[in-house]
T-cell receptor, first 113, second 112 residues
Framework: KAGVTQTPRYLIKTRGQQVTLSCSPI?????VSWYQQTPGQGLQFLFE???????NKGNFPGRFSGRQFSNSRSEMNVSTLELGDSALYLC????????????FGDGTRLSIL | QQQVKQSPQSLIVQKGGISIINCAYE??????FPWYQQFPGKGPALLIA?????SEKKEGRFTISFNKSAKQFSLHIMDSQPGDSATYFC???????????FGTGTRLTIIP
């Protein structure tokens, strides 16, 4: 069974731009969560999607948004990029909302110049 | 607000030794406590997990000890090997709000 797939693996953007990251969950998994990982703040929860609906949201500004499609694939978007948005963005999938364990992808490394 | 405190930040252990990583939490509503292992360039991978009604869980060389009254739990890696060198994260989840909260991570290095 294929794992969680995140694309692209690396991205370089400049301040003010926007970016869209993609996540394909494990087949049969219906819940997708997104996390931001930085050396200073560690792993922080961004949001969770289930059945195309946002179920939970972490403490991030409205510039961070996401969506989920009917096939459970998810995208997250960050608008008006800031230098502090440089991070590893991780996607995790699970069978059901709030279900454990969550299975993580290898992330998208976003660098803001 | 750091709801799960993890220590130490880094740890160096000799091959064959015991690696011990500690975590403490405040929220008594947490229902599930997983440990994740992360190698450079990879996402975190579930290593072992425990529920608060169990005091200890062992899987191979990995053991979680859980002290509900002290609100602490720890990961013990027996017979540590160079391949165990990675960053380890403890985590906790309250199934009521469905958010997984992570500790700050421990970078473990096993030396020959």
């Amino acid at each position: 069974k294929a794992g969680v797939t995140q694309t692209p693996r690396y991205l370089i953007k400049t301040r003010g731009q926007q970016v869209t990251l993609s996540c394909s969950p494990i087949s049969g998994h219906r819940s997708v969560s997104w996390y931001q990982q930085t050396p200073g703040q560690g792993l922080q929860f961004l949001f969770e999607y289930f059945s195309e609906t946002q179920r939970n949201k972490g403490n991030f500004p409205g510039r961070f948004s996401g969506r989920q499609f009917s096939n459970s694939r998810s995208e997250m978007n960050v608008s008006t990029l800031e230098l502090g948005d440089s991070a590893l963005y991780l996607c995790a999938s699970s069978l059901d909302v709030g279900a454990q364990p969550q299975h993580f992808g290898d992330g998208t490394r976003l660098s803001i110049l | 607000q750091q709801q799960v405190k993890q220590s130490p930040q880094s740890l160096i252990v000799q091959k064959g030794g015991i690696s011990i990583i500690n975590c403490a939490y405040e929220n008594t509503a947490f229902d599930y406590f997983p440990w994740y292992q992360q190698f450079p360039g990879k996402g975190p991978a579930l290593l072992i997990a425990i529920r608060p009604d169990v005091s200890e869980k062992k899987e191979g060389r990995f053991t979680i000890s859980f002290n509900k009254s002290a609100k602490q739990f720890s990961l013990h890696i027996m017979d540590s090997q160079p391949g165990d060198s990675a960053t380890y994260f403890c985590a906790a989840i309250d199934f009521g709000n469905e958010k997984l909260t992570f500790g700050t991570g421990t970078r473990l290095t096993i030396i020959p």
